[in-house]
Each structure stands twice: as C-alpha cells, then as structure tokens.
C-alpha cells in the first residue's frame, strides 16, 4: 500500500479478512485499497460491512463516503460523510468531501457552509476556496433561474441576459438588451455602466464616456431609494442576501444573483492568492474554456495533471479539452488509460465511447457506451451517445429505447426527430410521425426575438 502497489495489497488483506472476519479495521483497509485501486462497488460492500461491524469506526465510514462520490452516488456519500463531521467537526478531507457530495447533488446552499467552514479550519487550503466560489457561482444561477420563473419579460432578466452575453463578447446583443431593460426599469442602477464597459471593451472608448456620463444616480442617491442596490455598491454582500431572503421579488433575485457572483470572485481571488496548485489550474482551465480558449485550457489541464498524475477527474478534464482542440486521438489515448483503471467509471466510459463515435468508429463505441449506461442510467448524455452508436453501427430497433429515455433532455427537437428516423428504420411509420410533429413544435416554441449582431453608438 506504501508504494502505491494496492492491486497487490488487495489479496493479501483478502486473505487477512478471511483469517479474521470480524476485524472491522482489516475490512476496512481491504475495502480502502480496493477503492484506491478503482474498484468502488467492491470497496463499498467491504466499507459498508465494516460501517455493520463498529458504527463508531469513522475510518470506514469516510472511505465509504469516498467510494461512494467515486461511484457517482453523491447521495449515499453525503448520509457517511455528514456522520464523519459529526464526530470529527475539523476532519479536512471529510469536510472537503461532504461539501463536494452536496454540490453535486444540487444543494448549494449545504454545499456553501461546509466549503466556508473549510475555510476557516484551513485558510490555506486551496480545496475550500476553490468550491467556495463554485458554490456561490451555483447559487447565482440558481437565484437567476427564479428570476426568469418569476418575470421572464421583466428589465431586470433582461439586464442579466445581457451580462451573458457581454461576457460571450457578443456585443451588439448586450447592448441591445440593456437598452430595453433601461426602458423597463431607467432608475435601476448600473445599466448605463454596464454599456460604457461593453464598449470599452470593443475598443470604443469614446462612446463608453458618453454613455457612462449618463448614469442618472449617484451612490448617495440610490442609497437612499435602492436598499438593496447601496448594500451591492458598498459590498455588504451578507446583509443584502438577508435582506433579499425575507422579500423574495424580481428585484431582489436580481441583486441576490449579482451578490453571490461577486462573492464566487472574492474566493477565486482567495485562490489565485495562494500558491499554484492543481485548484489554481482547475479554476484557469475552466476560465479559458468558457472563454474559448481551448489551447490554452489544454495548456491548463496539463499542468494539473502534472501535480496530480493519478487523478481521474483531471485526466477527464484533459481529455475534454483535447475534443475541443479538435484532437479526438490524445483525447481517446487519455481516456483509455482512465476506463483502464476505473472500468467502472461512467462518466469515462461516455467520454471514450462518444470519443469513438466522433472518430466514426460507432461499433468500437458501443460497449463503452453500453457500459456506462448500465452504471449510471441517469446519465443522458450517455443515453444519447449510445442510440446515435447503434444507429450509425445500423442497429435502429436497440436505439430507440434509449433515444426515448433521453428526450427529457431534449432542447431543440433534435432528438424526437433522431427518434423518428430510428421509427422509420424500423417500418414505424405512425410513431416516425408524431415524433416529426413533436420535433416541429419544440423549434417552433424556442423562435427568440432577433437580436442584431452589430454594436451601435449611443444616440444623441
């Protein structure tokens, strides 16, 4: 196990557990090496048997949260992980873990005080800021997704609509949107601002003093009319999401959104102020992959998986980004090695069986996406990539149970009509049809208002 041998480590303790069955620390030290050897299912039965043996034995119960996460069932992780804290409040890897196992189980707010009490028990500790701040960025698009439930049509959607897409450096449809959310709402602070820094950006400076001259509040102003505006321009972030939580309006989910991104900054400044380490080149990556720099996300990734060789996550990540590069080969040789020593890895074997489908090799993907797809049924994406695998390896009758498992995830109506040419394969015709008609009516549900792409100069 010191050497980082486990697959040889995992037979003798087979043989040490099958001397002394009832040790609950020899169990779980089989179930530990069987986890970090890749082998989660095995692992979980043997932490869970010890977690049966010695309820008080945190040991078990943490490497049963570990395998856990690491199987994909971030629920089951969060019941173990929850009773290590319990008994071990300061337990950094537990603390870390249980706030990752919340985060991805859809609960941000959880997710938020595990990562803010990590902080405080080690304000060096690169893991804490680094899922402090994703925690905040899922509460603002949380926050945001009310505010479009609540007002879709309101100025104060819009004005965030416009945020998206200054920051796709999508210029002409910012403005154009923050021009009609100031006709919504003309006092509503920071609009004006917003344009002068849109076209700052576009290298018209000219035009941002104009229009940032234009700002009808000053700070004292809207202090004295915007509570919760004045507490977002003195960054009193804490007391205006207290205040936002007591009234919940359009107003203050549209504050509430922007506190918490400031917030998400805050602790990536955190971050980058402590030295580089793998979290640093996580939250770069991510940076300039939203950004659509991939070359450089490549860059990124590859200096992570320098400091982390084993990790699967990275190595998922990396390989990611070489899709995106357009480089499916390094993409699929990365891939491999991570289905190599984690068969069970559902995620892995999606990326490497779509890697395959992209490279034009359907019936090489198939029994990578077949087995992700039994690990993890729930993952769509999967589902997908597997009918589209038996459809191009001309097995359409296999295809379209899975196509129809997918079509919550269905968006645009691509996928009723890829389920109604698997139809028609199969002599369906009446199906083919719904799905055609159903296909039709999505897409003609999504027709958006058009935004011109040009940016123009503020008007006299």
Not at 141 to 146: D, F, G, I, P
Not at 207 to 219: F, G, I, M, S
Not at 245 to 265: D, G, H, I, T, V
Not at 407 to 421: I, M, Q, S, T, V
């Amino acid at each position: 196990m010191a050497s980082g041998e486990v697959e040889k480590a995992i037979p003798i303790y087979q043989r040490l557990v099958h001397a002394l069955p009832d040790n609950p620390g020899l169990i779980t030290n089989l179930g530990i090496a069987l986890e970090m050897a890749g082998h989660d299912r095995e692992a979980i039965e043997q932490l869970d048997a010890a977690v049966k043996l010695d309820p008080q034995y945190i040991n078990a119960r943490l490497f049963l949260g570990l395998a856990y996460l690491d199987l994909g069932k971030p629920q089951d992780a969060v019941g173990q992980l929850q009773k290590v804290i319990d008994a071990q409040p300061g337990n950094e890897v537990a603390r870390w873990k249980l706030a990752e196992a919340y985060l991805t189980v859809g609960n941000p707010a959880q997710a938020e005080e595990d990562y803010r009490a990590l902080c405080k028990l080690n304000p060096r500790n690169p893991k804490g800021w680094y899922g402090l701040g994703h925690s905040y960025l899922s509460l603002s698009l949380a926050t945001v997704e009310k505010l479009r439930r609540l007002a879709p049509d309101s100025g104060y959607t819009l004005a965030l609509s416009a945020e998206v897409y200054s920051r796709q450096r999508q210029f002409g449809p910012a403005v154009q949107l923050y021009r009609e959310a100031m006709q919504k709402l003309p006092t509503l602070p920071g609009l004006h601002i917003a344009v002068g820094e849109v076209y700052r950006t576009a290298g018209h400076p000219d035009w941002a003093a104009v229009e940032e001259k234009r700002e009808p509040q000053t700070a004292l102003s809207v202090c004295k009319t915007q509570p919760l505006a004045c507490d977002f321009q003195e960054a009193h972030y804490d007391q205006l999401l207290n205040t936002a939580a007591e009234e919940p309006s359009p107003e203050s989910y549209y504050w509430e959104s922007k506190a918490y991104e400031r917030l998400a900054l805050a602790a990536f400044d955190h971050l980058r102020d402590l030295p580089r380490g793998v979290e640093f080149y996580e939250l770069t990556a991510e940076t300039d992959l939203a950004e659509g720099e991939f070359q450089q996300c490549v860059k990124d990734w590859q200096e992570a998986l320098k400091l982390a060789p084993d990790n699967p996550k990275i190595k998922k990540s990396l390989a990611i980004a070489y899709r995106r590069t357009g480089d499916q080969q390094a993409a699929q040789q990365l891939l491999e090695k991570v289905v190599e020593s984690r068969p069970e890895d559902s995620e892995a074997n999606y990326l490497l069986g779509d890697t395959l489908l992209s490279l034009h090799q359907p019936s090489q993907a198939v029994p990578f996406l077949e087995r992700s797809v039994r690990a993890d049924p729930s993952l769509l994406v999967a589902q997908i990539s597997l009918a589209k695998a038996y459809l191009g390896a001309d097995r359409p009758k296999e295809a379209i149970p899975h196509l129809k498992a997918a079509l919550p995830a269905d968006k645009n109506g691509a996928l009723h009509f890829e389920l109604a040419r698997a139809y028609e394969r199969v002599g369906q015709t009446k199906l083919a049809e719904e799905m055609i008609k159903r296909s039709k009516e999505i897409r003609a549900a999504l027709a958006e208002p058009v935004l011109s792409p040009q940016l123009e100069p503020p008007k006299p």
